[in-house]
């Protein structure tokens, strides 16, 4: 049996918020709090910059009401950042964690946090400093590798597919071409999930493309110009993250984070660009009624859409990165294994190597999406479904027409 190992429980949030984030967090806080050997339980404020900072909070000295309340609010509760420490910076929190004897460190986050956790129980074992390092997964993306699917995505999926619902009544209503762009950088599972929405044959969205295919305008236009033909309107999902043959993203706004990632969001100017693409390339004669989305940063803070199933997850996997550091006597990454799926699903959270999750990327598999790369397959959605829940229900007049006079 492993030798319980005393001190106190550091957590830190990083990268892009979700609407679930905050269950990962007090789900460690309040599995933390039934160890006698878990002697605080602080929080840092921004994550690694606020250890560097000594910026912490004593999580510990919350009530459980206010707990609760924040873990159903989006967004990061103790505030997050993008940022990779150096060298130099991981042996100061090192130093930092020695002052402060934290002994469990919990970093929630994507693939990035992976890493930076990972360096830090790196520098911890060389330097003989017993303590426990875990990443606990979040991010919208769904782009985490091992995990069968990530925490904040399932949210995140039902707000876009929701978003779709409600675009598709309006283009319904006042017909013609939308073009809708979806957070995804390599990875199209937000994307893909706009497929959710259809619940008629004709419903939108007609055409999706994704990072994992090349993009070709040519190819783009014929498929707008063959739905456009064919039911007078069309709306297109379209992953931020779309690309051409070289790999080069279509569009980037030019800057980089500390990690290397470019940036995509926070800009209008892919749909503007599609848009006039449509406008001046499509050989339908007369005026087009074009126009863009870019759904942007709600997708990850909107707080009228949870999916119940997600935040049960992301509780869960906080509540598990406690028990396993206690458990394990090592460091490490937690992930969900599906049991089975439908009305039956159910997971399972399990650990795996930091190693296995930090700076890689999963994309989106082959069997779920379409091979003429303009939609998705029924594998995909099966795979969907159970994380996102229940969607509105949608009715259409039958349309019994009175006869003419």
């Known amino acids: 049996m492993t030798e319980k190992l005393k001190g106190n429980v550091l957590i830190g949030q ?10 990962s967090l007090v789900g460690i806080v309040l599995e933390a709090l039934k160890h006698e050997e878990i002697t605080g339980i602080y929080g840092a404020e921004y994550g690694i910059k606020g250890i560097l900072n000594e910026t912490f909070f004593d999580l510990g ?14 967004c990061s509760g103790l505030g997050s950042v993008r940022k990779k420490p150096t060298g130099e ?29 990972h360096i830090v129980a790196d520098i911890a074992i060389a330097h003989n400093y017993e303590m426990r390092l875990f990443h606990v997964p979040k991010t919208i993306d769904n782009d985490l590798l091992v995990t069968d699917h990530c925490p904040g995505y399932g949210t995140a999926a039902k707000f876009v597919a929701m978003a779709i619902m409600g675009d598709n009544l309006d283009n ?22 706009s497929s959710l929405a259809r619940k008629y044959d004709d419903d939108a969205p007609h055409l999706i493309y994704l990072p994992e295919r090349a993009f070709h305008v040519d190819r783009f236009l014929a498929d707008v110009e063959e739905v456009y033909s064919r039911l007078g309107r069309v709306v297109i999902a379209v992953s931020e993250g779309i690309s051409g043959e070289g790999g080069e993203p279509l ?15 926070g800009t209008g100017a892919l749909g503007d660009f599609l848009t006039n693409l449509i406008k001046t390339k499509m050989k339908t ?3 087009l009624r074009v126009r863009s989305d870019t759904f942007g940063y709600l997708q990850r803070s909107f707080p009228g859409i949870v999916s119940e199933v997600d935040a049960r997850e992301a509780r869960l996997v906080g509540e598990e990165a406690v028990r396993q550091a206690l458990s394990s006597g090592g460091n490490g990454s937690i992930a969900l294994r599906r049991l089975n799926n439908g009305k039956d699903y159910q997971v399972e959270a399990f650990l795996t190597p930091l190693s296995s999750v930090a700076r890689k990327t999963k994309l989106m598999p082959p069997e779920f ?36 006079k």
Request: net charge positive.
């Open 14 to 23: 990083s990268g892009g918020p979700t609407c679930v984030i905050n269950q």
């Open 61 to 74: 000295r919350e009530d459980k009401a206010t707990l609760e309340k924040v873990a159903a609010t989006p």
């Open 89 to 117: 910076e991981c042996h100061r929190v090192l130093e930092i964690f020695k002052k402060y004897n934290i002994r469990y460190f919990f970093y929630i986050g994507g693939n990035d946090s992976a890493e930076t956790a």
């Open 172 to 193: 319904r209503s006042i017909p013609g071409i939308k073009v809708d762009v979806i957070m995804g950088r390599h990875a199209g599972f937000l994307t893909a999930a």
């Open 251 to 265: 569009y980037t706004t030019g800057e980089v984070d500390s990690h290397g990632n470019v940036q995509l969001s």
């Open 285 to 287: 004669k007369g005026s």
């Open 369 to 404: 999406i379409a091979e003429a790369g303009n939609d998705i397959t029924e594998a995909f959605v099966s795979y969907a479904r159970p994380l996102v829940g229940s969607l509105p229900e949608i009715g259409r007049l039958k349309g019994i027409k009175v006869a003419k």
